[in-house]
C-alpha cells in the first residue's frame, strides 16, 4: 500500500515527537511492504515565522492532498504577543474547518503497567479506566464570531456559541455508533440548566435515541461529569459533546490516565482522511532537551494507521510495541515511578521501534 502523509512538524518540542514517530511509521512500512511518502507542512508558529501567517492556502493545500495529516502541537511563547486572529492556535482551527473535520476522538485508558503515575486512588484505578470522548470540532464558541466593542464607556467582549441541528446530528450519531462498537452506554454532556444550544443538542439527541434502541443513553451536566470523571470513570463508557466542553474534559480525562503524554486523538469529516495528533501541548519549557514523551503522537500514527488506512494489523503491532516496552520499566520523565528506567524522546522512540 502507498500511502500520502502530510506531517505538521508544529513548534517548540513537537518536531522532536514527529521524528520518532516517523521511525516508528517507516518501520511498519519496512515489515509490511508499504510505501508512506511525507510531505512536511508548517503551521502554527513555524508558518508564522515562515509566512506571517499561521496556515497560509499553500500549507493547507498540502494537507488536502495527502491521505492524512499527523501533526505534534503549535504555539508557544516566542508568539503569544501576536494579535488573536494571527496566533498559532488559528492555524489548527482553520485546518478543521479546511479539512471539514468535525469529529474528534479522544480515548482515555489506562495502560496497567502506568496504574501507580495515576493521581487517583487505587481502588478508583483499579476499577477501570476505559472511556472515550467524542467531541464536536467545528462549531460553538470556538468558531463563532468573536468581538470587542465599547458599551456604557466601557469594552464589552461577547463570544458567539452557535450550533445547527445538522451539526449535533451528525456528532450524535457518531456517538451512538461508537458505543454500538464498544460497551453500548452513551452520555451526552452539557449544560442544558443554562444554555440554549445544549437544550437544542438534548432536543436532537431524544430525536435520535430511539434509533439506538440497544444503546443506554444517559444525559449529564458538565460541571458534574467533570466531577465525576474522577470521582468513578469506570461509569462512562463513550461521552459526546460540544467543542469546548469535550476540549476541557479530553485534558482531565487524560490526566487521571497516568500522563498526557500517552493520549492519541483522531479527527475525522465524512471520508477517510482524517487529521491524528497527541492531545498535549507543544511543551516549550523543555524543547530542545530530549525530554517528550513521543509516545502519544507515535499512538496517533496508530490511529492513522487504523482509521485512515484501514491498516488495523498494522495499527495492533504499535500499540502492542507500545505494551511490551513498558512492560519492562521504560518510561519517559512524565509518567516516572519508582523502580522504572527515565528514558528520553529519542531513547523511547528507538525502543518502540525495536519492540516491533
Known amino acids: ?141 470556538y468558531f463563532g464570531k468573536h468581538e470587542t466593542v465599547e458599551a456604557n464607556g466601557e469594552k464589552q467582549a461577547i463570544d458567539w456559541m452557535p450550533y445547527s441541528e445538522h451539526e449535533i446530528e451528525r456528532i450524535a450519531r457518531i456517538g451512538f455508533e461508537t458505543a454500538q462498537k464498544r460497551r453500548k452506554k452513551l452520555c451526552c454532556v452539557d449544560k442544558a440548566n443554562v444554555l440554549d444550544t445544549s437544550r437544542l443538542w438534548r432536543a436532537v439527541m431524544h430525536r435520535l435515541q430511539p434509533e439506538y434502541p440497544d444503546v443506554a443513553y444517559s444525559e449529564m451536566f458538565v460541571d458534574n461529569c467533570a466531577m465525576q470523571i474522577v470521582k468513578d470513570p469506570s ?68 490511529m492513522m494507521l487504523r482509521y485512515s488506512f484501514g491498516l488495523a494489523q498494522e495499527a495492533d503491532d504499535i500499540e502492542a510495541a507500545v505494551g511490551t516496552v513498558l512492560d519492562k520499566g521504560f518510561r519517559t520523565a512524565d509518567n516516572m515511578s519508582a523502580g522504572n528506567r527515565c528514558l528520553g524522546c529519542k531513547d523511547m522512540g528507538a525502543a518502540i521501534v525495536a519492540a516491533l
Open 1 to 141: 500500500m502507498q500511502k500520502n502523509i502530510a506531517l505538521i512538524w508544529g513548534d517548540c518540542a513537537s518536531p522532536e515527537i514527529i521524528a520518532e514517530s516517523v521511525h516508528v511509521l517507516d518501520r511498519i512500512a519496512a515489515k509490511y511492504g508499504h510505501t508512506f511518502i511525507y510531505t512536511d507542512v508548517k503551521m502554527g508558529g513555524a508558518a508564522i515565522d515562515a509566512y506571517g501567517d499561521p496556515l497560509p492556502q499553500s500549507e493547507l493545500d498540502k494537507c488536502l492532498a495527502a491521505d492524512a495529516v499527523l501533526l505534534g502541537a503549535v504555539g508557544g511563547p516566542k508568539w503569544e504577543g501576536v494579535p488573536g486572529d494571527q496566533r498559532p492556535e488559528k492555524g489548527l482551527l482553520r485546518l478543521r474547518a479546511g479539512m471539514g473535520l468535525y469529529a474528534n476522538t479522544r480515548p482515555a485508558k489506562i495502560w496497567p503497567q502506568l496504574a501507580p503515575a495515576s493521581p487517583l486512588k487505587p481502588e478508583l484505578v483499579e476499577k477501570g479506566i476505559d472511556f472515550v470522548i467524542v467531541r464536536e470540532l467545528t462549531g460553538g464558541v
Open 235 to 302: 461509569q462512562f463508557d463513550v461521552i459526546v459533546t460540544e467543542n469546548m466542553f469535550g476540549d476541557i474534559l479530553s485534558d482531565e480525562a487524560s490526566e487521571i490516565t497516568g500522563s498526557i503524554g500517552m493520549i492519541p486523538s483522531s479527527s475525522l469529516g465524512e471520508g477517510t482522511r482524517g487529521l491524528y495528533e497527541p492531545i498535549h501541548g507543544s511543551a516549550p519549557d523543555i524543547a530542545g532537551q530530549d525530554k517528550i514523551n513521543p509516545t502519544a503522537c507515535i499512538l496517533s500514527a496508530a
